[in-house]
Structures are given as structure tokens and as C-alpha cells.
């Protein structure tokens, strides 16, 4: 299965490769659906994400913390609505809150507005079970599959400021900083 999957891949880089325009818009890369078992840590990063954001608001108008996922691969990773989960409680509780169908774009972004709320007002706005807390915890995605639980990533923070993010210094990134103007759902600078 995984010769099939890395066939896959190999077919579309090559594919992108033999195009004229390198720019291509994100709407043209490919969905792939991976199998279960090619599911692995570093498909999905946690890429950014703020407590205590009193200048960020929801569509609500409510202020609200978020987690930025990013996808930094070439092809558009589709979660199910089943089997993909994020969480405050990394180390705990992996399985907190199940994640709806969505796709993210191929080096696109997937904002998660985590204000304890279980409100779904439409496909574009997913607002988690849970809130941040400013004093840390660990932030962590995982896809969970006939009982088996990957750790996609996860990210320990400590003590975070009011209105200041914290995510990898370019999208993708193993450097963590913090970031003076956040960036949700946009790359890092």
C-alpha cells in the first residue's frame, strides 16, 4: 500500500514538474485520499496558533482563541469528518475534538477557532470544543483509524502574551517563536 501511495506522489510531482507555469494556483493540485495506513507524523503541522486573543475575533465577533494547521505538502490532504482530531490536552486526552470534512490546500492553511463552542454556522468556520489556556499546554492533531491513534503533531507551549501568537518561523518550520502581529490562516513571516 504504501509503493501505491509513493507511486501516487511520484506521478504528480513529475507531473507538476512538466508544466509550464512553476505558479500554479493551489485549486489545481490534486486531492489525494491516503489509506489509513499512510497516515504518518508531519502530514499536517501545527503551524500557529493564540491564547488570550482579545484583538481576534470569530464571525461572531467574539474574541477567540485559534490553531492554524498547515498542510506542507503538494497535494490537498482531505479530512474525512471521522478519523481526524485536534486537542489542548495533547498528552491526555488525543481524541478531544473530531474535525469536520474539510480539504486543505496543497502549502494551504486550516484555522480552528478554539472558543468551547459547538457551534458549526458553515463549512468555512469550525469552532473546537475547548479554549486555550495561557498559562500552556500541548496543542496536537491526530487521526485516529480501527483503534489506532497516529500523533500527526503537537506542539508544548509555556506562558503565552495577550494578542501575540505563537508558530514556526516559516510555515513548516522545527523553530517556534512569537509573533508580535499573528497571522491566522496566512504563512508566517
Known amino acids: 500500500m504504501f509503493r501505491q501511495v509513493l507511486f501516487i506522489l511520484l506521478a504528480v510531482v513529475f507531473a507538476?514538474?512538466?508544466?509550464?507555469d512553476r505558479d500554479l494556483d493551489r485549486n489545481q493540485y490534486p486531492n489525494v485520499s491516503l489509506p489509513p495506513d499512510a497516515i504518518e507524523p508531519g502530514l499536517l503541522l501545527i503551524n500557529e496558533f493564540l491564547t488570550s486573543g482579545e484583538n481576534y475575533l470569530n464571525e461572531f465577533g467574539v474574541p477567540s482563541d485559534w490553531i492554524e494547521v498547515y498542510n506542507p505538502n503538494i497535494?490537498?490532504?482531505?479530512?474525512?469528518?471521522?478519523?481526524?482530531?485536534?486537542t489542548d490536552d495533547a498528552l491526555a486526552n488525543e481524541l478531544k475534538y473530531r474535525l469536520p470534512s474539510v480539504t486543505i490546500p496543497a502549502k494551504g492553511f486550516l484555522l480552528i477557532w478554539a472558543d468551547n463552542s459547538?457551534?458549526?454556522?458553515?463549512?468555512?468556520d469550525i469552532h473546537a470544543n475547548f479554549?486555550?489556556?495561557?498559562?500552556?499546554?500541548?496543542?496536537?492533531?491526530?487521526?485516529?483509524?480501527?483503534?489506532?491513534?497516529?500523533?500527526?503533531d503537537e506542539h508544548i507551549?509555556?506562558?503565552?502574551?495577550?494578542?501575540k501568537s505563537e508558530g514556526r518561523v516559516s510555515d513548516g518550520a522545527n523553530a517556534w517563536v512569537i509573533f508580535d502581529s499573528p497571522t491566522p490562516g496566512k504563512p508566517n513571516l
Open 16 to 20: 507538476l514538474s512538466c508544466t509550464k
Open 75 to 86: 497535494f490537498n490532504v482531505i479530512l474525512d469528518g471521522k478519523n481526524w482530531y485536534i
Open 131 to 152: 479554549a486555550l489556556s495561557p498559562e500552556g499546554e500541548a496543542v496536537g492533531i491526530f487521526y485516529e483509524f480501527d483503534g489506532k491513534v497516529v500523533r500527526v
Open 118 to 124: 459547538h457551534k458549526e454556522p458553515n463549512a468555512s
Open 157 to 163: 507551549y509555556s506562558l503565552q502574551e495577550v494578542n
